[in-house]
C-alpha cells in the first residue's frame, strides 16, 4: 500500500506532464504545474466533455448569454471555431453565429442582443432525455397528433416536435415521402424519420 501511493503521484504528474491546458505555448518552454488546469485530470474530462440541451440551454449557453463570439467561445469551451452569418427572417435581416468541426456546421446561434435560440447538429451532443441526432421518431413517439407539426423555411420533408415534457426543447425529423409538402406523414412513415436537429427555444 505504501508504494502505491508514491505510484499513483508519478503517474499523475505524467498525465498532467502528456496533456495540454489548449493554450498554445512554445516547444522550448518548460511545463510549468501552476499554470496547467488540474480539472483536466478527472476521468470524465479525459475524453472531451459533451454538452446537454437542457431547459435552461446547452451548456452553459442559455438566453442571458450575449450572442457574441466571445461569449459563445467561453460557454463551448473554445472546442468549436466561430463564425458570424446574416439572414433575412420575416423581412428582417437578422445576425446569428454558427459553430464548426473542421467546415460542419454544429450548432446554431440566434437572438438579438443575446441568445434566442439554438439549433444542433452535432451528433456528440444529447439532450437531457437522451436523444441525439440519428434517433428515430418511434424510439420517443408513437404518434404525431399532439406532439409534432409540420416543419417550415428550409427543412423539407421534415416535422418539429416538442420534446415530451419540455418547455424549450424540439426536435426536427426528416425522411422520405412522397406526400404532399406542408402535410404531417403518417404514424407509419414517421416511426423511422430520424432526428437531424435539436432545438432550443427561449
Known sequence: MKSLRPALIVATLLLAGCASNGSQQSESSWWNPLDWSWSTLWPGNWFGSSLIVSEQGVGAINGTTPLQEAALNAGLNGDYRLRQGMRSEQGEVVSFW??????????????????????????????????????VFSERYQKAFGHCQAATGDATSAVLCKAPDSQHISYLYQGKWAGPQGLIPPDDVLKNWQVSKIIWQR
Open 98 to 135: 454558427q459553430a464548426l468541426t473542421d467546415k460542419e456546421v454544429k450548432l446554431t446561434f440566434s437572438g438579438k442582443e443575446t441568445v434566442g435560440r439554438i439549433e444542433v447538429s452535432d451528433p456528440a451532443i444529447t439532450s437531457a432525455d437522451g436523444t441525439r441526432i440519428g434517433d
